[in-house]
């Protein structure tokens, strides 16, 4: 595979902002015909249930089973998966979740109260939720990342139950993820997938317990779902391909540079992959890394289709500029690979994760540095979060109010209710006043 030159854009120039603009747009065109046909499934399993589930599974991943409880795995085969798995992978997988609920348990909201000056009693309460649905992908595909990063934030946040749903095309089905989900505390698995897996998670068929939010990554058919979905339960979020942004000063080892672009770009031809520098001969050196590391990789192909559809080396006035744009861009994942991330940090305002310093690679964050690694794409990031344990608590506030307290309370709401014309509203708060 020879060697390929990719973008170079520099901040100085007039056409930056629009050579920017063009390289980071999204196709947001919606598929009508991709969204019919997950509707019908939808509709199809919310209405008949347990036998959509089956006639699904059998057309898409070409399975036969005479029940939905057939598609079920055996808490049993989940505990002879870890057990017959590579001890190394074993070891791995445990420390990675023993690292990941670490830093979640970090994330707990606690309930709270306190009493004001007229002795009213106002709080919040936290409580988590009843049932979560998990969607993994499956058949050849191996992610038990994605059962740690997803469970076991459900997991500390005490929800009752974790329903997993994992394809397995063929019947063939990762050991990997078994293995994870039993590390994780997942309750129940079913080999189902698809968009016929989001209703059955969301509507509940007489197998299948409907669960309060789903989360969990999956191809367009599922994307399209879960966005169907919500609003009947919740969602996480509906991710979109992976984002990966460098801000470099130079110091760091250019081949390093190099592979942390690669580990976006072998997700996904559509996935983005950015370096920011002030230093042109920097630049130079990374590009020089690339073309020398690619023939290497696995996933040359998929790479080199990324890096030159959507990726570039991009040369900026200072690193101040290159956060500046990064800010715009509102990556997915952000590398602060410069000798002083610290001073830099006050500046991010968008960013899904950011990685800092040198010694900090993206990768460390999918697998096992502690925070989740389900993260906002598509500029989200601008007002969205990481997953995590708040996604699987809710809120509710409490109002109790004393005799003395409702006298003020009551009074000011009257007048509000009545300049709104509702008078019902404001009668009931009149009704408790006794001067």
Not at 368 to 394: E, I, M, W
Request: hydrophobic share 45%; glycine share 8%; proline share 5%.
């Amino acid at each position: 595979m020879g060697g390929f030159t990719m973008r170079r854009l520099d901040s100085s120039r007039g056409d930056f902002a629009a050579e920017l603009a063009q390289l980071s747009q999204r196709q947001d065109d919606v598929d009508r015909q991709l969204e019919q046909t997950v509707a019908a499934i939808i509709d199809d399993v919310a209405r008949r249930g347990d036998e959509a589930v089956l006639e699904y599974t059998a057309r898409f991943d070409r399975r036969q089973a005479a029940s939905v409880a057939e598609l079920e795995v055996p808490a049993g085969q989940l505990a002879a998966a870890l057990e017959r798995i590579d001890p190394g992978r074993r070891e791995a997988l445990e420390f990675a979740a023993e690292r990941v609920r670490s830093y979640h348990q970090h994330q707990l909201q606690q309930s709270w109260q306190y009493r004001d000056a007229s002795g009213n009693l106002l709080g919040q309460k936290i409580t988590p939720l009843e049932r979560a649905g998990i969607y993994v992908p499956g058949g050849k595909a191996s992610y038990p990342s994605s059962v740690l990063m997803n469970a076991l934030p459900a997991r500390v946040a005490g929800v009752g139950e974790i329903i997993m749903v994992v394809p397995a095309p063929g019947g063939e089905l990762s050991e990997l993820v078994l293995a994870a989900a039993r590390i994780a505390g997942v309750d129940r698995v079913f080999t189902i997938g698809g968009a016929q897996a989001i209703a059955a998670l969301a509507h509940g068929t007489a197998t299948i317990p409907a669960v309060d939010k789903i989360t969990g990554p999956g191809n367009m058919y599922v994307a399209t779902a879960k966005r169907q979905v919500f609003g009947r339960v919740g969602i996480d979020m509906v991710a979109g391909p992976s984002e990966i942004l460098v801000i470099c000063d130079g110091s760091t080892d250019p081949d390093w540079v190099a592979m942390d672009l690669f580990s976006q770009a072998e997700h996904d031809e559509e996935a983005q992959a950015l370096l920011l520098c002030p230093d042109a001969a920097y630049l130079d050196r990374v590009q020089a890394g690339i073309n020398r590391l690619l023939p290497e990789m696995d996933r040359a192909d998929i790479i080199r289709a990324c890096l030159e559809k959507r990726g570039a080396l991009i040369l900026t006035r200072d690193l101040a500029e290159a956060v500046q744009i990064s800010n715009g861009l509102a990556p997915e994942h952000l590398e602060l690979s410069v000798a002083d991330p610290e001073a830099l940090l006050p500046q991010v305002r968008n960013a899904g994760a950011i990685f800092m310093g040198p010694y900090t690679s993206e990768a460390l964050g999918d697998y096992c540095a502690g925070p989740n690694h389900v993260l906002p794409t598509a500029r989200s990031a601008r007002f969205s979060s990481p997953l995590g344990v708040y996604d699987f608590q809710k809120r509710s506030s409490i109002i109790m109010c004393s005799e003395q307290g409702v006298q003020e309370l009551g009074r000011a709401a009257s007048v509000l209710a009545r300049g709104e014309d509702l008078v019902a509203h404001a009668r009931s708060a009149e009704m408790r006043l006794t001067k």
